[in-house]
């Protein structure tokens, strides 16, 4: 079995505070070099491509140099996802590495970002976002649209984003594509209505679902808990771990085989998936 991407959370720490973010009970960790090491020579076989990412900021990792070292010299496709917050401090390391793919999530610098401060924030991103883009794709994603006390705030960033690339707001009457609108060469922006995490509790969709979860991809927790998708920050749907045992194995289980059959018949097995807003068109 390949997979079209794997999630690998290499903390689960963050030093934002979204209110929207998915509460999780697990304690705050950092995956070790030693022990991504052991994931990565454990998942090779199974993808080319991973996402430094579940819950968490990546850029936050004290080691983030070696992990990015690590998945280079296994000649990994490297993606993430970031608040931006801490582009600075990592700046050498992304420009130095190839990175595939950053997502910026711009929406998360309203709670966290003095608004005296946007403007700063907004810049080192756009500067770095000019210099990487030579050789990584970079999305800026504004994930609060219909959020009307986020109004203020989404037209600021939105307005400066586009005075900045030169554009303007009659070019994105399809703000809110699926690919996001292009801005530069490998630069996009996009739109989107604030994410609904999984709760595992109240029933958001129907049973009906089609889903990608261990048919293209899987995610690991920074313990080391492998689960079908990265919306399963908590581990509701444990399938095994990846430092205790192998990857074809677990893939093997009984609950992994019926959550993949069931997916491939549109079908949501697990009581936890019928809690998640997110499906994609049958």
């Known amino acids: 079995m390949r997979f079209k991407k794997i999630y690998i959370e290499i903390t689960n720490s963050c030093d934002f505070h979204c209110s929207f973010c998915f509460g999780s009970q697990r304690a705050a960790s950092f995956m070790s070099p030693e022990d991504f090491a052991i994931v990565v020579r454990k998942i090779r076989p199974f993808t080319d491509y991973v996402y430094l990412h579940v819950l968490g900021e990546p850029l ?3 080691r983030f140099e070696e992990i990015v070292s690590i998945a280079r010299k296994a000649d990994l496709n490297i993606n993430l996802t ?8 990592q700046k050498s390391v992304l420009l130095m590495n190839k990175i595939r793919q950053i997502n910026f999530s711009l929406h998360d610098a309203e709670e966290n970002i003095n608004p005296e401060n946007w403007i700063d924030y907004l810049q080192s991103i756009l500067n770095f976002a000019d210099e990487a883009s030579g050789s990584t794709y970079i999305n800026f994603r504004l994930w609060n649209s219909g ?3 986020s109004e203020g705030f989404t037209q600021f960033f939105l307005s400066y984003i586009l005075n900045w690339y030169d554009k303007y707001k009659n070019d994105f009457s399809v703000l809110g594509n699926k690919n996001g609108i292009k801005l530069a060469e490998h630069i996009f922006l996009q739109s989107a209505p604030r994410f609904d995490w999984p709760d595992g509790y109240s029933i958001k969709a129907s049973t009906i679902k089609n889903c990608y979860a261990l048919r293209d991809h899987i995610a690991i927790l920074a313990d080391g808990q492998v689960v079908p998708c990265c919306l399963d920050a908590d581990a509701q749907l444990y399938l095994g771990n990846i430092f205790t045992e192998n990857l074809e194995y677990i893939l093997q289980t009984h609950r992994a085989v019926s959550i993949r059959k069931g997916f491939e018949q549109h079908r949501a097995i697990e009581f936890f998936c019928t809690t998640c807003g997110f499906s994609t068109h049958l």
Not at 82 to 89: D, P, Q, S
């Open 60 to 62: 936050l990792h004290p």
């Open 82 to 89: 970031t608040n931006g917050n801490l582009i600075g401090k």
């Open 147 to 149: 959020v009307i006390v």
